[in-house]
């Protein structure tokens, strides 16, 4: 099982996914803007732990930072990522991280990809009737597929 994951404070998006075809759920870690950050970090690291123990994940695909003009909102969502990677480790899954580059390029074949791109080639691998939900949950599963992807390119190398 993979767990897809796509890193933020406020709403932190998650995908399971036990083959390339095959959804398992997804859906958001959602934090309050009201709670301390300690607290925030300290839900997102519970549940993400909590996902990885229920679902047997044995693998985390998370997506990684890319520039960012608001310094403040990038550290903040490093730390939401540390907290992720410390939950997978502590409970036994494997971290992997791609960039949103590498994510699109998976997904699509094209770097530059725009959202609904993304989203299309998402439903093509899953089948039209899968529910998405938010964009940090699609972006979860996106992330998920490029792991599961890259898996098989290297095992036919």
Known sequence: ???GIDPGLASCGWA????AQTLIRSGCIVTKKADDLASRLDQIYCQ???LCRQHKIDELAIESLFFAKNTKTAL???QAMGAIKAAADNAGAKVFEYTPLQ?????TGYGRAQKDQVVSMIRQS???SVVLGNNHASDAIAAALTHLFTL???QLI
Do not use: F, N, P, Y
């Not at 399971?16 to 083959?19: A, N, R, T």
């Not at 994510?103 to 997904?107: F, G, L, M």
């Open 103 to 107: 994510i699109k390029i998976a997904i």
């Open 16 to 19: 399971i996914l036990s083959d």
């Open 152 to 154: 098989k390119k290297e």
């Open 48 to 50: 993400t732990e909590d």
């Open 126 to 128: 899953l089948g039209e």
């Open 76 to 78: 903040l969502v490093a």
């Open 1 to 3: 099982m993979v767990l």
